[in-house]
């Protein structure tokens, strides 16, 4: 199987996979547990997300590693176990993959504030951050996801991290924006443009959004991204804001709906598209016609 790196540059539209919390919900995860120690505890449930998102189609699946930096895994007490945790992620993703996509290892925020605003330097978020890159590196993943940041510098710091950690290794790094009056801004302040340029400064090869918003927003910051980016393009759009029901949240769009949309990404020159927060796989099987059929064109 072709690596990221050179499926990118030879300008393949790739689909990545859909959500993971909501798959973890769906199958017990209680509220406030530590998602990543399912890894250690239930394994098999991992493999099967994956199996679940390959077989629909999905060029890259991810390992269960959003919260494996030691950082954010410190309140669990699991700060110790950073290694095993994301090695053992990286396994069970690679067993439901089965060959069929990538696997790809996520890094999600610390957790934590930085100085002057909160109580972690940039050197202890950067240590935490390449000691989870280097564990993902050693667990064999093709690509690294710096996800779901606020803050362009510790985005930026995960992103270093990662290539300190394996300086070869393909990583994508993605911000989330609130749509304001005054356009698109994280909840950190932080524009399209300067994500762009911090993000790319720290080595990012393709950068872009997810989660936060549903298709129809993402497809306008897409359209930012292609102002600013030098390099390609992700975006993973929420299925809708959710709604609260007697059941739980719902996330109303529809498969179809949002693969409507991927294919205005796709116009737009997106090379990454997939899903966050409320998609699954019949989700990403519909991300995978819309791209087929826009290629067979």
């Given amino acids: 199987m072709r690596g990221l790196a050179e499926r990118l540059a030879a300008r393949e539209v790739l689909v990545a996979d859909g959500a993971m919390g909501t ?82 290892g996520s890094i999600g925020p610390s957790g934590r504030l930085l100085l002057p605003h909160g109580d972690v330097s940039e050197d202890e978020v950067l240590a935490s951050f390449e000691t989870q890159a280097r564990a993902l590196a050693q667990a064999g993943v093709d690509a690294i996801f710096v996800e779901t940041m606020t803050d362009a510098t510790e985005g930026a710091l995960a992103v270093w991290a990662a290539k300190r950690a394996a300086p070869s290794m393909p990583v994508v790094a993605t911000m989330t924006f609130d ?38 927003a993402m497809v306008e910051i897409a359209a930012e991204f292609v102002k600013h980016a030098r390099c390609p393009i992700a975006i993973q759009s929420n299925a809708g804001l959710p709604k609260a029901t007697a059941g739980g949240l719902v996330y109303p769009e529809s498969p179809g709906y949002m693969a409507e949309r991927v294919l205005a990404l796709v116009r737009l020159g997106v090379a990454i598209v997939g899903g966050c927060c409320g998609t699954g796989p019949d989700h990403v099987r519909a991300f995978r016609g819309a791209v087929d059929r826009r290629e067979t064109r």
Avoid: H
């Avoid at 524009?191 to 918003?213: F, I, K, P, Q, Y």
């Fill in 179 to 216: 749509t304001t009056a005054r356009g698109f801004f994280t909840i950190m302040g932080v524009t399209v443009e300067r994500a762009c340029r911090v993000l790319e400064a720290a080595g990012a090869d393709a950068v872009g959004s997810n989660c936060g918003n549903g298709s129809d």
């Fill in 23 to 104: 798959m973890l919900m769906a199958r017990g995860l209680e509220p406030g547990a530590c998602p990543e120690a399912l890894a250690l505890d239930r394994p098999g449930v991992l493999e099967e997300i994956a199996d679940l998102y390959a077989a629909a189609g999905a060029d890259l699946v991810q390992a269960n590693t959003f919260g494996g930096s030691p950082l954010k895994l410190a309140p669990y007490g699991l700060e110790d176990r950073v290694g095993e945790i994301n090695a053992r992620a990286v396994e069970a993703a690679r067993r439901g993959a089965a060959e069929r996509a990538l696997v790809y």
